[in-house]
């Protein structure tokens, strides 16, 4: 079939393209009479404009990116159902992102926003991102961007974020309270903020209950599935090994179990372990997992909801928008 | 900051925009000491050519759409991971488009497509879908479209499938010789191309064996996740419940668990369970899980660089592109 245009439209009712155009726009300009006829038959040949003309004329693109990590970690899953609820329901088209943790990638993924792709942008960087030059210069540039959950705590925008600091010190005490002495805190990047932040409030649980922070004991599991799991297995198979567990990533968990079966350690009777997790089956675990629930479709929605507001008022001050949703701590017999 | 466009280069350089925008592309027509003056202004200004107005001009949006029902599920993330590969190598955006399940959302998403909006489309149709109108005519309209996992069997184009009939064959065949008498078929609609053909395998299985089949053991979970475990649960509690079950969902696995748990019904002591699903979490379930495991990466993979050969090939005949990749039975304790 050709390609049906408005040149089309305009040929079959001998009327100009612009005539076309401003009927279909339903300018004041063209007579009722006029946009009937024009739409009846935009209707017959099932006409419909090109967005990106019609991005050109009304500088805008309809669209959103959403860049993230990963999809494959129930958190991104539920933040991507967030953000496309409230995208839908404007209307808007969203582009996914992935960076798999490469800052080179989100680099080049950044760079091209700024030809006008998008609107405005939703952003959870990478493990590897410690400069935020790229975001500030697409901030400068004039496009709308919020962070959810991981953060670059020196760019100034909207952010929509849990309470991690908090939810991690309440965990770590929570494995105080049920007699661990020696709480390791299992990680992935020291350089994300949603980490430093978890790092903080396992090292303030500890300190206030008189335990002794050691190195040691906070341990980065950054390789694939497999190195993680010897890393865990090693650490689990010292006559040094901890009691208790706070694992700050949801890919760490089978590893963690894993490796106790293979060990033939309890959990939670030689180790107790607490997950950041939203996986639904924690549930069905042996034993069920006691998790750290992060509200990820609520965070997801409310940062798009954030974003629209910022797109539909050019001059809207998102520096304001620092947002945080509580997590909640989920009990469970992983920690007896 | 005000728009950069090709017109800011052309009023700096007193050059005509004709100039520029040849010069940009290299053209034969502008002098290399012209193109050099360019191309140096357009670094410093850091210009980024306008991708719609060039999608325009050249007549694509190095933009393809994944439609798909859902992404909180391990198959969907993983298949989105795959396609997400080949789209970075050549260089293309992806446009994530959720149904939610919803026929007339799927017929909204694909009628929007015919605008231009994307060069290519992958689907998995939504559990809704019973008639294929709409991808028919989008088809006709001249888009390629490819099929992956859910295809509507009654559209001529590409598709990429796993051995949904064999597997299922196969996990029924497992159950039965597990000593299982009774096996209950578990899936949530039956207009899915996947569920179709894994209700054939099944049924094939106990013919083969000899073993009745019953409407009552072929249980339809299409509602919300508090509903579908009410079902089962009432299913499991009756006197005549089934010692075994071929789970067609992974959202299903989750309330079988929990309902086995609260009726004190032993897995694999009283119920064998096998599950399609591609959870990690599946190894460490109390019992393990037994599961028939998609090729979902290699899947969503190789529909993406099928759909890139048509992209590149205006005439090339997608209708013979049938790939079916095979899918694993992992056998763990959840048989036996």
Redo the contacts between chains.
């Keep these: ?1 050709d ?1 049906l245009t408005i040149r089309t439209l305009a040929k079959e009712l001998k009327l100009s393209v612009s005539t076309i155009s401003k009927a279909l726009r339903d300018s004041h300009e063209i007579s009722a009479e006029t946009k009937r006829k024009v739409l009846e038959l935009a209707e017959k040949l ?1 006409y ?6 019609s ?2 004329r009304k ?1 805008n ?1 309809n ?1 959103i990116a959403v860049v993230l990590p ?5 958190f991104f ?2 933040a ?2 967030g953000i ?1 609820s409230v995208a839908r329901e404007k209307g808007y ?6 960076t798999h943790e490469n800052f080179a990638r989100e680099q080049s993924i950044l ?2 926003f ?4 998008v609107d405005g942008i939703l952003m959870s960087v990478s493990a590897e991102t410690n400069n935020s030059d790229h975001i500030n210069e697409l901030i ?3 496009k709308p961007l919020v962070f959810f959950d991981r953060v670059c705590e020196d760019v100034e925008t909207g952010s929509i974020i849990t309470n991690d600091t908090e939810s991690s010190y309440e965990a770590t005490c929570h494995l105080i309270q049920k007699k661990c002495k020696k709480i390791a805190f299992l990680y992935t990047s020291p350089d994300l903020s949603i980490n430093k932040k978890r790092l903080e409030g396992y090292t303030k649980a500890l300190t206030e209950f008189g335990l002794q922070l050691k190195k040691e004991n906070i341990i980065l599991c950054d390789g694939d599935s497999d190195s993680n799991y010897k890393l865990i297995y090693k650490t689990l198979k010292n006559k040094t090994r901890p009691d208790g567990i706070l694992a700050c990533v949801e ?1 760490l ?2 590893p963690i ?2 490796a106790c ?1 293979e060990l033939k350690l309890s959990i939670p009777g030689n180790i107790k372990l607490v997950s950041f997790t939203n ?3 924690a ?5 069920t997992l006691t998790t750290v629930t992060q509200p990820a479709f609520e965070m997801g929605k409310t940062a798009a909801e954030i974003l629209f507001k910022a797109i539909q008022k050019p001059n809207y001050n998102l520096k304001k928008e620092k947002i945080v949703i509580a997590s909640c701590l989920n009990v469970r017999d992983s920690t007896g």
Tied chains: 1, 2.
């Design positions: 079939m390609k099932n419909t404009p090109n967005p990106y003309a991005s050109l500088k693109s669209t990963e999809v494959a970690d129930s899953s539920l991507i159902n496309e088209h969203v582009l996914i992102y992935l760079n091209d700024k030809s006008g792709r400068n540039f004039g890919k968990t089978t179990y894993l079966k996986l639904p089956a549930l069905i675990l042996s034993p």
